[in-house]
């Protein structure tokens, strides 16, 4: 079998169970999505995830309740039943063997937890295989929207890596995954999860310059995932660059692009200057849909 139609098959699964995640899901069905026997249909699945359908089927539904469990006052039997586990007593088990807790106590206090959070195999594939795209294949620099924000006093939950300077790095020394399903977890967060780039003053001792964290406000005291340690930030003055949408399987090369924007921008023009050891510099995760952002520290030249 060509190894990208094995892929992009397991891929039609992966959206049909998205599709269709308060219905019942066969493997049938999936077999027919895939265009392969059920039997193979199953095996190139668990090849490429790591998981069995059923197994991917039941850790993305609890995943998807235990958020509407922190979100929102559904009971627990309803929230269970929307996901199609016929009892209280089957989801609290099959909530407690993913989560550690069942889901009345979650729902009391929600701590951090590992989310499920998977990657479509296809894109992800394709993104390795074409490494991104050079400048030199894509048209001019578009357009980069720059604003300023004010960031207040906060604290960030944080997973240090040992001496990564970069995402890829990072990737090789922690499990990203894992880090990024915990940080999405948080309740209290104030803004959504980001890649960080400490200053000087953060970076402890034998650790890395880039982490992964999420913004809590500074009454936090909810509890520190094992390996995480929660920090103050000061309040600082952000200056914050946002790419057009791109294609996602172009991310690299639109990170580039921004990138060079920075690297040419004179902040004086707007009355600032680069401030790098105010505060981390920041990259949300490169989705297409909405560009490119990264944001950098500054301060008023006034």
């Known amino acids: ?72 006052n559904e009971r627990i039997i309803d929230v269970a039943l929307n996901f199609v586990f016929h009892s209280h007593e089957g989801f609290t088990r099959a909530f407690s063997k993913e989560f550690g807790l069942p889901p009345k106590r979650y729902k009391q206090s929600t701590p951090p937890i590992k989310l499920f959070m998977p990657e479509k195999v296809f894109d992800t594939y394709y993104a390795l295989q074409k490494g991104g795209v050079s400048m030199s294949q894509k048209k001019d620099t578009k357009s980069v929207f720059v604003q300023v924000v004010e960031r207040p006093a906060r604290k960030v939950l944080l997973k240090r890596g040992v001496s990564a300077k970069d995402y890829f790095q990072y990737c090789e020394e922690v499990d990203s995954v894992e880090v990024w399903s915990i940080l ?36 936090y005291s909810n509890k520190i995932p094992e390996g995480f340690e929660l920090i103050e930030l000061d309040p600082c003055t952000m200056m914050v660059f946002q790419g057009e949408p791109y294609d996602d399987e172009d991310f690299m090369a639109e990170i580039d692009q921004v990138w060079k924007h920075i690297d040419n921008f004179n902040p004086t023009i707007y009355g600032f200057k680069w401030q790098p050891e105010a ?15 990264e944001a950098r520290p500054v301060s008023s030249v006034i």
Request: aromatic share 10%; charged share 20%.
């Open 1 to 72: 079998m060509d190894a990208l139609e094995m892929k992009m098959a397991v891929q039609r699964m992966q959206e049909y169970i998205d599709a269709n995640l308060h219905e019942q899901i066969t493997l049938k069905q999936l077999a027919n999505v895939a265009g392969y026997s059920p039997w193979h249909a199953a095996k190139i699945f668990k090849n490429a995830t790591g998981k069995t359908p059923f197994d991917y089927i039941r850790s993305l539904r609890l995943t998807k309740a235990a958020l509407i469990l922190r979100d929102s």
């Open 184 to 219: 999405t977890s948080v309740k209290e967060a104030i803004y959504e999860p980001v890649g960080m780039w400490l200053p000087n003053h953060l970076i402890e001792e034998n650790t890395s310059q880039y982490v992964q964290g999420v913004e809590v406000p500074l009454d």
């Open 279 to 293: 505060a981390p510099r920041f990259q949300l995760a490169p989705m297409g849909y909405r560009g490119y952002i």
